[in-house]
Nanobody, 126 residues
Framework: QVQLVESGGGLVQAGGSLRLSCAAS????????MGWFRQAPGKEREFVGH????????YYDDSVKGRFTISRDNAKNTVYLQMNSLKPEDTAVYYC???????????????????WGQGTQVTVSS
């Protein structure tokens, strides 16, 4: 069992920045990759980015590439999502999820992730 807890969400003006954190417990954190997803009201949950277990490889959706950065600190069992140049269309609930070591599915697919956090709200005002 894995527990994931997101934090760091809030209200920010367009052009501003936020850093989200996802604290993990219950399984060896460094043994699995992590992903970030988001869900806006009335929309499907969508892929934001993914980081490998070592942190050496990251992948992003085109909508956030160049603005968002994922990192991880395996010593702290935490993954981060640094969000810069925020836009109103970034408003959503943001979720972190774990991608198990045995998974061969696509990193952008929700079905590839086995545990999810409860989400944290990010609101960007114009």
């Amino acid at each position: 069992q894995v527990q994931l807890v997101e934090s760091g969400g809030g209200l920010v003006q367009a052009g501003g920045s936020l850093r989200l954190s996802c604290a993990a417990s219950g399984r060896t954190f460094s043994s699995y990759a992590m992903g970030w997803f988001r869900q806006a009201p009335g929309k499907e949950r969508e892929f934001v980015g993914h980081i490998s277990w070592s942190g050496t490889r990251t992948y992003y959706d085109d909508s956030v590439k160049g603005r968002f950065t994922i990192s991880r600190d395996n010593a702290k069992n935490t993954v981060y999502l640094q969000m810069n140049s925020l836009k109103p269309e970034d408003t959503a609930v943001y979720y972190c999820a774990s991608y198990p070591i045995w998974q061969n599915g696509g990193y952008s697919s929700l079905a590839s992730y086995d545990y999810w956090g409860q989400g944290t709200q990010v609101t960007v005002s114009s």
